[in-house]
């Protein structure tokens, strides 16, 4: 099946800091989404960006299909960013079935 | 709007009991799915439901039974619960096709002693 690989596992900042959040993929993916888990154990989608670049707020991401890899920009992190970030993609064949990674773990101190 | 309803929240078996996670989603989605989320793991797909009266198996379906009982809701059953099963647990659907989102319940923590 296809690999999905986050980077860094571990992140901490300082409250006001930048950061980059990155998703590799082994294959042609469909669709790739990007989740955050808050302290609660909530999965929020933040982001459905199976290519180019989408900004929400503080937060923006950013899709190269065809060097298969996505990026989740985090600018001025706030405390409330802290959770863990997941990416999901999908592969062609019309099984949309989205296949996760393991999470970049985020704690923003303030 | 509710979107996606897990019930319950928190459940300990003792090993070989059995019980059902509950699902039901209010958006007219026609694919649900289940995970489970371990630590260091990510979330892995058990079973998933492309449309009502189908079910197939994800990655980890061992251990585990599903039934989709309508379009709005979606069941997991531990028929036997082992510790290896301690985890927590989440529904979520989507409409099934491209450009779709996912959405999530709140998950069920388990465990079995």
């Known amino acids: 099946g296809i690999q999905v690989e986050q980077s860094p596992p571990d992140l901490i900042l300082q409250e006001g800091a930048n950061s980059t959040l990155r998703c590799n993929f082994s294959?042609?993916?469909?669709?790739l989404q990007w989740f955050h888990q808050n302290p609660w154990g909530q999965l929020i989608n933040l982001f459905y960006?199976?290519?180019g670049t989408k900004q929400n707020g503080r937060l923006s991401a950013t899709t190269v299909a065809t060097e298969r890899y996505s990026l989740l920009y985090i600018s001025s992190s706030q405390t409330t960013d802290s959770g863990v970030y997941f990416c999901?993609?999908?592969?062609?064949?019309?099984?949309?079935?989205?296949?996760f990674g393991r999470g970049t773990s985020l704690i923003v101190h303030p | 709007n509710a979107g996606v309803t897990q019930t319950p929240k928190f459940q300990v078996l003792k090993t070989g009991q059995s019980m059902t996670l509950q699902c039901a989603q209010d958006m007219n989605h026609n694919s649900m799915y289940w995970y489970r989320q371990d630590p260091g793991m990510g979330l892995r797909l058990i079973y998933y439901?492309?449309?009502?009266?189908?079910?197939d198996k994800g990655e980890v379906p061992n251990g585990y039974n599903v039934s989709r009982l309508n379009k709005r809701e979606f069941s997991l059953r531990l028929e036997s619960a082992a510790p290896s099963q301690t985890s927590v647990y989440f529904c979520?659907?989507?409409?099934?096709?491209?450009?779709?989102?996912?959405?999530f319940g709140n998950g069920t923590r388990l465990t079995v002693t």
């Open positions: 960006i199976p290519s």
């Open positions: 979520a659907s989507s409409t099934g096709t491209s450009f779709s989102p996912l959405h």
């Open positions: 999901a993609v999908e592969r062609p064949g019309g099984s949309y079935i989205p296949t």
């Open positions: 439901s492309a449309s009502e009266g189908t079910t």
């Open positions: 294959d042609s993916v469909n669709n």
